[in-house]
């Protein structure tokens, strides 16, 4: 059995914050109900479509295990069925622009009025003040999150990551609270509103930034190669490169093959636990008694050229090799892996944290599977739905709706055409 077996989710998600912790909680056995708009659907199903009349990857990769049912929430028929989702459901998460859901008439007050244990989880680029009523995507959340701000070098602009931290990283935070806010309620009997806007949540992930913040109070960081370098430190944290935010000098160096491979490099942490072994290493026995560079302060204002030498050495070697060696030392690298070589890499497939899916439309894709795994509530990787391939189902098998009362429904124009998979 799953850990979230019996637990219903009425998805009003839609693009990739919200999808991202519906999928979640799917993977861990709840029942995910999304509801999308007839004909149209969640946008991402058309977005960066790569076959054509398929739904897109962008879709496929973020709905998994879910079931969809098409509802036009803004007619009367539409209204009826929504607010007997909402008596039906333990959870209902949106990630709508502020005030959509509102709008339709479904305020925190009627949700209530309908289901006190109702949990209605939200998405929001940014939490009550004056930004609260602005529609936010990634790279917004990004850049008002400190992340920005943070990253990049220290002569070039802010830079934003290619890791979703915005929308999949808020995803992430939002299904850690609606799981509590599930647990709170088996003592509580109630409900309760779960809020997770994309601002926080990057701040959340970028909290060693704001640690730095108030270091600099006291004086420069460092540990960062623009202390080594005599540049002075401004009044915020400042774009740090490459270098690793835990203290221990580190640096992304090119490996062998770098002409023509762009991520043939290694990111090498000179750790001072092991500085002696890293010298003998490379071949500078002896920098472990020269007391220029014996102590982690000597070796401040040297960084670049002692990362200069390490990478003469580096670049004799592939970056697998380098991991080979430094490895059994305990001397902390790591290959800069591309996502082909993460596409095929059989560890991630055997612990199914890359997955094969077989889709009607589109044929066999790649996805990542459940990355969290729990030992009594395996995830096992299903299609996304079809637009609107559930519909009748939920209508009647979990709202009860006779067959009658669905034509009638269909007659009014609350839900669209369902989408089958071709036998
Ligand atoms: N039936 C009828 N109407 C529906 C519907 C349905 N099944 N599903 C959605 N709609 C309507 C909504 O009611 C809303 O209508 P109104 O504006 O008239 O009230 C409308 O569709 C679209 O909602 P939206 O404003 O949320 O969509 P958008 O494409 O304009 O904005 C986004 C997208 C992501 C910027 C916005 O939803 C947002 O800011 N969300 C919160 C932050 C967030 O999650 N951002 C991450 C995006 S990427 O993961």
Redesign the pocket.
Known sequence: MQALKGVKVLD?T??????TCTQLLAWLGADVIK????GVGD?TRGQLRDVPNADSLYFTMLNHNKRSI?????TEQ?KDVLERLVKTCDVLVE???????D??GLTWERIQELNPKMIYAS???FGPGPYED?????NVAQCAGGSASTTGFLDGPPLVTGAQI??SG?GLHLAFGIVSALYQRINSGKGQRVLAA?QDSVLNLCRVKLRDQQRLAHGPLNEYTQFGKGIEFGDATPRAGNDSGGGQPGAILKCKGWETDPNAYTYFITQAAVWEKVCDTIGEPGWKTDPGYATPPARLDKLEQIFERIEQWTKTKSKFEVMEICNPQDIPVGPILSMKEIAEEPSLRETETVVEVDHPERGSYLTVGMPVKLSDSPADVKRSPLLGEHTEEILTQVLGYSADEVDQIRASGAIGEMKQAAQ
């Open positions: 009003f839609h693009v990739q914050s919200g999808p509801v999308e708009r007839p946008a098409t509802l036009n929430s803004k539409g990630n709508f622009a502020p005030g959509a859901l709008r339709m998405v929001k680029g602005c529609k936010v995507y990634e915005g929308d808020t994309m």
